[in-house]
């Protein structure tokens, strides 16, 4: 986001309740209010959220309503269908993509007979750490028309708060892997492999699931193959070297909620449904992954079948109406291939709500944390750290490489909330020497059950 749209930002306070009186209440924020959108502008503003202050929620969905501003003399709908997509930013150069759509065609009902409006329900709840408190947002519709015609976008998130003793799985952490809206596909000058190039990151030991979460969508056409909008092709995905297929067309289009409307949204497309939400791909990587050591993901589009569009002006072989059409994009329909992209990996652990001082509170598990012993490898001694998050009972037990427990530093004494350290010196419950080698120290509490390595040398 660059200095001069910073600029724009204004603080909007569109919260329509902010209590959390209980346990599976359900809080409703509303940010963008009938924002028309035209031209292509991006729509930057600050919105408030709820403070979550530890808060977890089962579930977080976003109503995204967009609406033909059809009732004034001028006004109508972008007759096209055009990406439209929520960001949230971090910071002045880091975003990330939490919802996309595809505008309908006009869906005036005073020309086309369509409904005016239409809502799509997306979840979004692994993006409810980034939803609290002060929040960036960008709304933007790529629609290139101008005057009073355009797009009314409502976006509105509901909060439901998760139950005492729910266990939920909590997404601690969202990554981006690839950003490009503009990935130039079939260019041999502009490879598509330059985009996409494979991405390393590190998974914490905390974690209990592991996603990649995908957003492709293709445009383009009067190309060879009318890539990449009606272009049927699989994608390949690869974490640590294992691949999965996946193939973003849809056969679908008829079924939205946007019916009916002017144009050809009768059409299959690739991931692009016009007048209905984007589904990205998403794909549980938790067994082939490894707990504290970083994984390799790899996304390649072409990997089987590479794709050339020969219908473009850098190809020299390209002859207007032979070749195609017209080799110069922009005459006769003809736009250049592209698929717009954003990939992202979300980091997982499973949370259980607990009530703390005789008050409902919501106790996230990465407030308990077993930290790792120091020295490690250590001899003769080491120190183990743990942090609770109330007053409560605590068991920490070393064992050895096959399971046999060796030694109690802690029976299930009560510990105050806070962080505590306990010393082990290498000897086992009788006081003797144990030997060199790998041993487990495991820290349990009524809702908290965690184990790590550590290794004595001598």
């Known amino acids: 986001m660059n200095k001069k749209l910073s600029l724009l930002i204004f603080v909007l306070l569109a919260v329509a309740n902010f209590s959390f009186a209980a346990p599976g209440d359900t809080t409703y924020v509303t940010t963008f209010d009938e924002e028309f959108h035209n031209w292509a502008d991006p729509h930057d503003s600050?919105?408030?959220?709820?403070?979550?202050?530890?808060?977890?929620?089962s579930k977080v969905t976003l109503y995204y309503t967009i609406a033909c501003p059809y009732s004034t003399p001028g006004a109508d709908c972008d007759p096209w269908d055009r990406t439209g997509y929520i960001n949230i930013w971090t910071n002045d150069t880091t975003y990330y993509e939490i919802a996309r759509i595809i505008t309908?065609?006009?869906i005036n009902p005073q020309t086309t007979g369509g409904p005016g409006s239409c809502t799509w329900e997306m979840d979004v709840t692994e993006y409810q750490t980034m939803l609290t408190d002060s929040v960036t947002m960008r709304s933007r519709i790529e629609s290139y028309i101008g005057g009073e015609r355009g797009w009314l976008v409502t976006t509105e998130f509901e909060f439901i708060e998760a139950d005492i003793g729910e266990t939920v799985s909590y997404p601690f952490k969202v990554e981006n892997l690839w950003q490009n809206y503009y990935t130039?596909?079939?260019?041999?000058?502009?490879?598509?492999?330059d985009k996409l190039t494979p991405q390393k990151r590190f998974i914490d030991a905390t974690t209990d699931s592991v996603k990649m979460k995908i957003f492709t969508t293709g445009h383009g056409q009067q190309n060879t193959g009318n890539a990449a909008e009606f272009y049927n092709n699989a994608h390949y995905f690869f974490a640590n070297g294992v691949m999965s297929i996946h193939n973003f067309w849809r056969y679908d289009c008829p079924q939205n909620t946007c019916s009916p409307q002017g144009g050809t949204w009768l059409y299959g497309r690739f991931g692009w449904c016009p007048g209905d939400k984007s589904h990205p791909y998403?794909?549980?990587?938790?067994?082939?992954?490894?707990?504290?050591?970083?994984?390799?993901?790899?996304?390649k589009p072409d990997?089987?079948?590479?794709?050339?569009?020969?219908?473009r002006p850098n190809n020299p072989n390209c002859i207007d109406g032979l070749t195609c059409d017209n080799c110069q994009y922009g005459v006769g329909g003809h736009y250049e291939p592209i698929y717009a992209i954003q990939g992202q990996l979300i980091h997982y652990e499973l949370v259980t709500v607990?009530?703390?001082?005789?008050?409902v509170n919501f106790v996230k598990a990465t407030e308990y944390e077993l930290f790792e012993n120091y020295p490690n490898p250590f001899n003769p001694e080491t120190t183990i750290q743990f942090r609770i998050p109330k007053t409560e009972k605590v068991k920490l037990e070393i064992f050895n490489l096959i399971g046999q427990k060796i030694k109690i530093l802690a029976s299930g004494n009560e510990f105050v909330k806070g962080t505590h350290s306990l010393k082990w010196n290498g000897t086992d419950e009788n006081g003797n020497q144990v030997s060199s080698g790998v041993y487990f120290y495991k820290l349990q509490t009524e809702n908290f059950n965690q184990t790590n390595k550590m290794v004595l040398l001598k």
């Open 184 to 193: 130039v596909y079939g260019n041999p000058d502009d490879p598509i492999a």
């Open 46 to 57: 600050v919105f408030v959220f709820p403070d979550n202050n530890g808060k977890i929620f």
């Open 282 to 299: 998403i794909w549980d990587v938790t067994s082939l992954i490894t707990l504290g050591d970083s994984a390799t993901l790899e996304y």
């Open 354 to 359: 607990v009530e703390v001082n005789e008050e």
């Open 303 to 311: 990997l089987l079948f590479p794709y050339e569009n020969a219908c």
């Open 104 to 106: 309908p065609y006009s």
